[in-house]
């Protein structure tokens, strides 16, 4: 005799591990936005396992993938958890100056590779995020 929970954090851990083996060897990029809305809604640590299944998969099949999560809306220990597990984190800042919008971002992790700790200035073009420096950030 065995159950098997279909809540939601499961249901999708099926269905990306499923989907992604679609795209095996070939480059492809995905985003979930927003994880903050799975953490908000489920229990945490069923989101840390759906995140580490999502992990083995990307590195069995390939690919890039990005977890939006909003700044300020979990506890310290969820977002320290979260940032602990991933490749990379990459803060989205934005300030005000008057009738100006300046867009920063800043990369706080990225394994396996040298980069750059600073603010890089960037906005936001029809093709996507361009940054604005002559410097090579990476």
Not at 26 to 31: M, S, Y
């Amino acid at each position: 005799y065995w159950t098997w929970d279909v809540g939601a954090a499961n249901q999708l851990r099926v269905l990306f591990s499923e989907y992604i083996k679609n795209f095996e060897g070939k480059k492809c990029r995905g985003i979930v936005d927003s994880f903050s809305y799975l953490l908000r809604v489920n229990k945490f640590d069923e989101m840390v396992d759906l995140f580490e299944t999502i992990q083995l998969t990307i590195k069995k099949y390939g690919g890039v993938y990005f977890f939006l999560v909003v700044e300020g809306m979990h506890e310290e220990k969820i977002v320290s958890t979260i940032n602990h597990m991933a490749d990379g984190v990459i803060q989205f800042k934005i300030n005000e100056r008057g009738s100006k919008i300046e867009r920063y971002m800043k990369i706080l992790k990225l394994k396996r590779t040298i980069y750059s700790s600073r603010l890089i200035p960037y906005r936001i073009a029809d093709m996507g995020i361009e940054l604005e420096t002559t410097e090579r950030i990476l």
